[in-house]
């Protein structure tokens, strides 16, 4: 597509809840990265998908979170029994390749909110 | 390990004022920095950059000229416009994680008034 999509774009869920949230990269990219924005906070990286490498899951804050990347494209964060701190706007960007002098094109995130 | 720091906003001003957005760093090596920008309900975008030491990234009448000196990346626009209230984020390439993340500041919001 023209741009990364990410959807929904507003999510409220119920504490104690799985969501799932989506991101669809500019087609070609072969690189995919999730970050978490809260508010008064700077981005905080999540997940690195690289072509057919092993995900870099350095950045994920616990083991309720996982994410994947099928076929190469489409990718899915998962949280699994949400609490309120996961509270946040989660952004993907995409990249031609993953070196990060390619500069990333952000979609417009999924703002969710745990009550 | 490496660091972003921005100043706080938000930052309001007239229309045709003059622009600085501070932007300071800590990282070892020889970072790329870049400031993206963020428009009311939509994504980041990528607006300039600087890889090496004296480089300046221009685009859209803002400038920043890369400091090793002093450890700074300061937004610049020498007349600001309503179109251009946003939240802007300075970022640094991590020279310490690898060369894909981005280490990006909490963002400042400039808000211009007609």
């Known amino acids: 597509g023209a741009g990364v999509s990410q959807s929904p774009s507003n999510k409220v869920t119920e504490k104690g809840k799985d969501v799932e949230l989506r991101c669809d990269p500019i087609?070609?990219?072969?690189?995919l990265y999730w970050y978490r924005q809260s508010l008064g906070q700077g981005l905080e990286f999540l997940i690195y998908f690289q072509g057919n490498s092993a995900p870099d899951k350095s950045g994920l804050p616990s083991d309720r979170f996982s994410a994947e990347r099928t076929g190469g494209s489409v990718s899915t964060l998962t949280i699994q029994r949400t609490q309120q701190e996961d509270s946040a706007v989660y952004l993907c960007a995409s990249s031609f390749r993953g070196s990060a002098n390619y500069g990333y094109t952000f979609g417009s995130g999924t703002r969710l909110t745990v009550v | 390990g490496d660091s972003v720091t921005q100043m706080e906003g938000p930052v309001t001003l007239s229309e045709e004022a003059f622009l600085t957005i501070n932007c300071t760093y800590t990282a070892t090596g020889y970072p790329s920095l870049f400031w993206y920008v963020q428009y009311p309900g939509e994504g980041l975008q990528l607006l300039l950059k600087?890889?090496?030491?004296?480089d300046k990234g221009s685009n859209k009448g803002f400038e920043a000229t890369y400091r090793k000196e002093t450890t700074s990346f300061h937004l610049e626009k020498g007349s600001v416009q309503v179109s251009d209230s946003a939240v802007y984020f300075c970022a640094l390439k991590g020279t310490t994680s690898g060369t894909y993340k981005y280490i990006f500041g909490t963002g400042t919001r400039l808000k211009v008034l007609a």
């Open positions: 087609s070609g990219h072969t690189a």
């Open positions: 600087a890889t090496k030491a004296d």
